[in-house]
């Protein structure tokens, strides 16, 4: 499908960031002087094709926002409380999606590095009746242990990769197996496994360009910098 498709972004940033070993979320941590996930909106609302925006945040976050969250409700971004668990988040935020967009992106709130090429070439690939999934080849070496932590034997990596976000779907196919999901009481890591569970096609479109979900406290400098790297070559 055409980059030029109309799609909605759904930005998944309801964790409670327990891993992360701070009272607020890491989706909301401070990164080169913004919120996190402000960075992670940006790509969104430059992209064209993209016609809004639903950020779905802490419940805690919606009934007394902060101010820089408050501005957003300004700015036309809708933001919406999550649920217990991420597929009740995602679920939820589809649910705002005007039912005459055909597109959907999910995409993770602590993903502040993705670019609009990535959007774009993951949104050619997503059409009727298949998502498409932006993902890398893995390239270290895998091994399989024991409850001791010993090695057990190797594995091979040559059709295994990694999945990331963007994720796209048609609208009305995702919203569907949501339906399926909640109705089976069936969570998933992420939306694509939900394809998965319900025979829908899939295909992963690699990227090669920095994409990392951030998680704890010490990803936050690596992520800085190269946020820091794109502001200097941005500038004139």
Excluded at 53 to 58: D, E, H, K
Excluded at 97 to 102: E, H, L, W
Excluded at 162 to 190: C, K, N
Excluded at 223 to 231: D, F, G, K, N, T
């Amino acid at each position: 499908m055409s980059s030029s498709a109309s799609v909605w972004a759904v930005i998944v940033a309801a964790g409670q960031g327990k891993r992360f070993g701070s009272e607020e979320p890491k989706q909301f941590a401070r990164l080169a002087g913004r919120p996190l996930v402000l960075w992670t909106l940006e790509p969104f609302r430059a992209h064209p094709s993209v016609d809004g925006i639903t950020l779905v945040v802490p419940a805690g976050y919606v009934e007394q926002p902060p101010a820089w969250l408050a501005r957003l409700q300004a700015e036309e971004v809708t933001v919406v409380a999550g649920g217990d668990a991420r597929t009740d988040s995602v679920r939820l935020g589809l649910a705002t999606v005007p039912a005459a967009v055909p597109l959907v992106a999910v995409h993770d709130g602590a993903r502040p590095l993705v670019s609009e090429s990535v959007i774009s070439r993951v949104l050619e690939r997503a059409g009727p009746g298949r998502g498409a999934v932006a993902g890398r080849r893995l390239t270290d070496s895998l091994k399989q242990v024991d409850g001791a932590g010993r090695v057990v034997r190797s594995l091979s990596r040559e059709d295994l990769w990694r999945a990331e976000t963007p994720q796209i779907f048609p609208r009305e196919l995702i919203v569907d197996l949501h339906r399926r999901a909640q109705a089976d009481g069936f969570t998933a890591s992420d939306t694509a496994a939900l394809c998965e569970r319900y025979a829908v096609e899939v295909v992963l479109v690699e990227i090669r360009e920095p994409n990392p979900k951030v998680t704890h406290p010490d990803d936050l400098p690596l992520v800085e910098a190269w946020i820091r790297q794109r502001l200097q070559l941005s500038e004139p």
